[in-house]
């Protein structure tokens, strides 16, 4: 029996699947009894069931203002693990898919005197429902996106009718990372209350974190696609035991395992999605216990209440868990 009901589940229809640029196709989803959509704030993004049994998140790139349909963007993973390739391959106007909830680990602020985006190819995908958040609201805002070539744009058309003409930028490098934007140089100045969003592959973002290291840690804002290769932690990966204080049950972890994997081996299920500690699905509070937190999403004050179960582990000889 399911420790956690998913609720917000939908059954949407695909209403049209379109070549966005190389590699890149987008798939617009809606309600198949043509009701309107829920609701979603810029940068949030959904579960997608593929027809494969495996669940990937998607970032929702359309509008929010725009209930009638849902559009996510997909690049075609040479060497993913089969969730790209599923989309491109498997999925087909007028398939059912099932989908959601909505999650949003990457939220614009709401009180920013101006708003700089960085985008690194697929990383348009949370940094365009920005966009149009940002130019429908008249905001302060500035997008740079940065690509090997126009055919590796997705979306370039859409977005230059959403984003004034003098706030897109289009950093072509012919890929050489060199030759487009100064990442280091552009950002060598930290603006007050100006809040940096960037998304993109990992030489991408880490040259993006490196360029803002010197700005206050509220300013800045990433959403990774891909779990770095290089975050470590400086604890030991020792068993230790959990405690579910809905259901009484004490459960030990050990070493090599995860605290998703220790549940499932009792019957137990707990939703996931990504397994990597990048997209919330298997966020849950904790009561007591010390953890050594792994994720990519979660700030300071959801550290101090919550975990994700699927990569993160106890530092503490036992952890509480509210499941």
Known sequence: MPIENINSQLQLRVNAIRFEAEGIHSFELVNPDRQSLPKFEAGAHIDVHLPTGIVRSYSLTSDPADDHRWIIGVLREKNGQGGSQAMHEKVRVGDLLKVGPIRNAFP???????????????????????????????????????????????????????????????HLDSGIPENGLNIQEFLKKPLDNCHVYFCGPAGFLKACEEATQHWPTELIHSEY???????????????????????????????????????????????????????????????????????????????????????????????????
């Open 225 to 323: 696609f891909k779990a770095p290769l290089t975050k470590t932690s400086n604890i030991a990966d020792g068993g230790f035991e959990i405690h579910l204080i809905r259901s009484g049950a004490k459960i030990y972890v050990q070493p090599d395992q995860t605290i998703v994997r220790a549940i499932e081996l009792t019957g137990r299920r707990v939703p996931t999605s990504c397994l990597s500690g990048l997209c919330g699905t298997c966020k849950v509070n904790y009561l007591d216990g010390e953890v050594d937190h792994r994720d990519y999403i979660l700030n300071d004050d959801e550290r101090s209440r919550c975990l994700t179960v699927c990569v993160s582990r106890a530092s503490s000889k036992s952890l509480s868990l509210d499941l």
């Open 108 to 170: 614009l602020s709401q009180n920013a005197r101006h708003t700089i985006l960085l985008a690194g190819g697929i990383g348009i995908t949370p940094l365009k429902s920005m966009a149009h958040y940002l130019a429908r609201l008249g905001a302060s805002f500035e997008l740079h996106y940065c690509v090997r070539s126009e055919k590796n744009a997705a979306f370039l058309h859409e977005l230059r009718l959403i984003v004034p003409e003098n706030q897109f930028h289009l």
